[in-house]
């Protein structure tokens, strides 16, 4: 199982990035997936989650409106749309499922 996050950035507050995560080695289509994140000196939380046909999604309170998750089982990949963003969305993305974690990807808000 590999999972490969991408998209992450420097990005000004109330702007946009689209994270990214590639997945292979598992049959993607049937299995949920996750994104959870990690501040500096917090535990990891949990941000989204989406079914494996994506007809189910979920989203932490703190960002409900703002974040979208989706996926395309075509491409073996699982996206999350991220509008605007707060200084306290900073923090490294990981992108989860099938019981294996990605490498992350940072997304900083700053001005």
């Known amino acids: 199982v590999q999972l490969v996050e991408s998209g992450g950035g420097l990005v000004q507050p109330g702007g946009s990035l689209r994270l990214s995560c590639a997945a292979s080695?598992?049959?993607?289509?049937?299995?949920?997936m996750r994104w959870y994140r990690q501040a500096p000196g917090k535990g990891r939380e949990l941000v989204a989650f989406?079914?494996?046909?994506?007809?189910?999604?979920r989203y932490a309170d703190s960002v409900k409106g703002r974040f979208t998750i989706s996926r395309d089982n075509a491409k073996d990949t699982v996206y999350l749309q991220m509008n605007s963003l707060k200084p306290e969305d900073t923090a490294v993305y990981f992108c989860?499922?099938?019981?294996?974690w990605g490498r992350g990807t940072q997304v900083t808000v700053s001005s």
């Open positions: 989860y499922g099938l019981n294996s």
């Open positions: 080695g598992f049959t993607f289509s049937i299995y949920e």
């Open positions: 989406i079914s494996s046909t994506g007809s189910s999604t």
